[in-house]
């Protein structure tokens, strides 16, 4: 089994932001006067669209404040923007995978504008050859920003892995009948990961580069 086409969720798996998103989550929920949901509410909902992680993780959000409810929260999100950054040896992963040719994209429950803005900040945005956002097609874990790319990019799905660190993540693989690889450094603990059942499950960045060596 060898993969041509790698498919990296952003937050949690790629960039070590799942702090930032609790607590910019938590923040705007106190702006708002709202009740608080815990780190493991919060982070529980990371991969989803904000709109539906907001009805998971906020119950008590009123609809006719959602709108104000995001705009505070991307404040509270880009303030810390500057401070993200991809997990220590990813930047290594994205370049031996280039390196060897094999096609990388991105499916994630970020918004296009944000996803844009990390790519640009991080420079990357040569390294991808498709990205798809829960704004612009079907959140997670429908199939539909999977099946997408793979159209886009031709490859067929036996040839394809879904890197995540969030149930929502292996779902998304296991719909559109592709592999998926599990991190356990991201918003989702190792419990939740296995019982997702996942292809493979890895416990570290290192160990997701080897792993990617052998199969790609």
Same mark, same amino acid.
């Given at each position: $089994?060898?993969?041509?086409?790698?498919?990296?969720?952003?937050?949690?798996? #790629? $960039?070590?932001?799942?702090?930032?998103?609790?607590?910019?989550?938590?923040?705007?929920?106190?702006? !708002?006067?709202?009740?608080?949901?815990?780190?493991?509410?919060?982070?529980? %909902?990371?991969?989803?669209?904000? %709109?539906?992680?907001?009805?998971?993780?906020?119950?008590?959000?009123?609809?006719?404040?959602?709108?104000?409810?995001?705009?505070?929260?991307?404040?509270?999100?880009?303030?810390?923007?500057?401070?993200?950054? !991809?997990?220590?040896?990813?930047?290594?992963? !994205?370049?031996?995978?280039?390196?060897?040719? %094999?096609? $990388?994209? %991105?499916?994630?429950?970020?918004?296009?504008?944000? #996803?844009?803005?990390?790519?640009?900040?991080?420079?990357?945005?040569?390294?991808?050859? /498709?990205?798809?956002?829960?704004?612009?097609?079907?959140?997670?874990?429908?199939?539909?920003?999977?099946?997408?790319? $793979?159209?886009? #990019?031709?490859?067929?799905?036996?040839?394809?892995?879904?890197?995540?660190?969030?149930?929502?993540?292996?779902?998304?693989?296991?719909?559109?009948?592709?592999?998926?690889?599990?991190?356990?450094?991201? /918003?989702?603990?190792?419990?939740?990961?296995? /019982?997702?059942?996942?292809?493979?499950?890895?416990?570290?960045?290192?160990?997701?580069?080897? #792993?990617?060596?052998?199969?790609?």
């Amino acid at each position: $089994m060898k993969f041509s086409l790698v498919v990296f969720d952003w937050d949690g798996t #790629l $960039m070590d932001s799942t702090y930032s998103i609790v607590l910019a989550i938590q923040n705007a929920c106190r702006d !708002l006067g709202l009740k608080i949901p815990t780190e493991q509410q919060a982070s529980w %909902v990371i991969g989803l669209s904000l %709109v539906e992680a907001l009805k998971k993780a906020i119950p008590d959000l009123p609809d006719n404040r959602v709108d104000e409810f995001i705009e505070r929260y991307k404040i509270h999100f880009w303030t810390r923007d500057p401070d993200v950054r !991809l997990f220590p040896g990813n930047k290594e992963i !994205l370049d031996d995978l280039r390196e060897r040719e %094999v096609l $990388m994209a %991105v499916a994630t429950g970020k918004s296009r504008v944000g #996803l844009d803005r990390a790519l640009k900040n991080h420079q990357l945005e040569s390294y991808f050859a /498709a990205t798809r956002t829960a704004d612009q097609t079907a959140g997670k874990p429908n199939p539909l920003m999977l099946n997408e790319i $793979m159209e886009e #990019l031709m490859v067929p799905a036996s040839e394809v892995v879904m890197v995540g660190d969030t149930i929502h993540d292996i779902q998304l693989a296991h719909n559109a009948g592709v592999q998926s690889i599990a991190v356990c450094y991201g /918003a989702h603990d190792k419990h939740e990961l296995v /019982a997702a059942k996942p292809s493979f499950l890895v416990e570290s960045v290192d160990e997701l580069h080897r #792993l990617l060596s052998i199969y790609c």
